[in-house]
Every structure is written in structure tokens, then in C-alpha cells.
């Protein structure tokens, strides 16, 4: 069991490395890199865990760890992305974490060749106000250039679980590439398997700082 432990440990302690080097931007188009002004970037909130796009699940959307919002380069086209809210909260009258989430909607995007989109919402300032936008989310992508947002629509899917949710590709290192749309994609399925590193993920997201400082002391022994 001693054993085990450690080598589950050592597995975080890669991911918090990996994660600290990790570039907020994921390209999900094929071929070398191009330049800004022949992709569509789509700037996400770390608040916001992807499902899919396009009907797929691409690896490398989601990160464990996150500078505050992630940019995905797409080629251009259309896409629907599917995402629900996402957030850990820190209430006042106790120390425990509190993590709360939304069904998942549809973000429409029309990406242009040096377009750039935002998905945004209401933020909420509180634990009540969240649980409240949880219940009813909804949100809009934004075409920073011109300020035209497109409302959010509803998605048909049921968000996974707490620890399915955090298994959004963070277990493959590399990005896939996600084509335009041609037609409207069936969503894909949201049932996960859970494994041991995705329970790992989850005790880290819900642990407090001094918890974590702890964690690293202890792996460092």
C-alpha cells in the first residue's frame, strides 16, 4: 500500500511539474504552426471544462493546472463547443472546498482566419450567486473585434460527475486536431471511467494550500 502511495504521489508531483511549463495555448489544427492571422483563437476561462468539440473529445483542453484561461487555436471554420461551469468556491463558515457546476451548453464560434473569441459569463462574486448561475447557466462567445456575442444554447448532455469531469484530457500530453463542422455533430457521450490518477486530480483540486504545501513537503521526504 506504501508503495503504491508513493508511486501515485510521484505521478501528481509530474503533473504539478508538467503543469508549470505547460503554455495556456493548445492547437487543435494539423500540419506546423501558423501565425496568428491564419487560425481562429478562442480564449476559455479556466471556469469552463470542455466536453467537446465538434462532437470530439480532444486531449490537452483541459489542465489540472491553469494560468487563468486557456487560448485554443483552431483552424478556421465552425465549431460548437461544449462546456459547463466549473468552479471551486472557499465559504466563509467552513474550511472545506465546495466545488460548484453547471450542464453543459453550447458556445457557437464562426472562426475566421485571424479571428479572436471569447467565452464568457455572468461571474459571480459569491458561493449563492454561483450555485444560483449554476442552475440555469448560460453565457455567449464573444467576437472581440467587433463586441458581437452569441448566447449560449442548450447542449442535450449531462455534465459527468465531479471525479469524471476532471479526466478531460489532462492524461494525454499532446492536443488532436478538431476539424470544422460540416453538420450539426451528435454530442458525444459524457460517462467516464474513473482511474486512479482522476481521483488524484480530485483530492488535489479540493485540497487548501497549506494541504498541498504539505503534500509536496511530504513528497520531497
Not at 491564419?38 to 476559455?44: F, I, L, Q, Y
Not at 483542453?61 to 468552479?87: C, M, R, W
Not at 462567445?141 to 479526466?167: K, N, V
Request: hydrophobic letters at 40%; proline letters at 9%; one cysteine or more.
Amino acid at each position: 500500500m506504501r508503495h503504491w502511495l508513493r508511486s501515485a504521489t510521484l505521478i501528481l508531483l509530474a503533473l504539478l511539474l508538467a503543469a508549470c511549463e505547460r503554455s495556456p495555448v493548445v492547437r487543435l489544427y494539423d500540419g506546423p504552426q501558423r501565425p496568428d492571422s491564419e487560425v481562429a483563437v478562442v480564449r476559455v476561462p479556466e471556469t469552463l471544462e470542455i466536453l467537446n468539440i465538434n462532437g470530439q473529445r480532444p486531449a490537452g483542453v483541459n489542465t489540472l493546472f491553469s494560468s487563468g484561461y486557456k487560448d485554443l487555436h483552431l483552424a478556421p471554420g465552425e465549431y460548437q463547443i461544449v462546456a459547463f461551469y466549473k468552479e471551486i468556491w472557499e465559504p466563509d463558515t467552513t474550511s472545506s472546498h465546495v466545488v460548484v457546476r453547471s450542464e453543459p451548453v453550447v458556445f457557437d464560434v464562426e472562426g475566421r482566419p485571424g479571428s479572436f473569441f471569447r467565452l464568457g459569463y455572468d461571474a459571480p462574486e459569491t458561493l449563492p450567486a454561483a450555485r444560483e448561475l449554476a442552475r440555469n447557466f448560460s453565457g455567449w462567445s464573444e467576437h472581440i473585434a467587433s463586441g458581437e456575442r452569441r448566447p449560449t444554447r442548450p447542449s442535450g448532455m449531462t455534465r459527468p460527475g465531479l471525479i469524471g469531469g476532471l479526466a478531460s484530457g489532462a492524461t494525454q500530453p499532446e492536443a488532436q486536431a478538431i476539424p470544422p463542422a460540416q453538420t450539426t455533430p451528435a454530442p458525444a457521450t459524457a460517462n467516464e471511467d474513473v482511474e486512479t490518477l482522476d481521483m488524484l486530480k480530485a483530492w488535489w483540486s479540493q485540497a487548501s494550500a497549506e494541504e498541498r504545501r504539505a503534500f509536496l513537503r511530504w513528497v520531497a521526504e
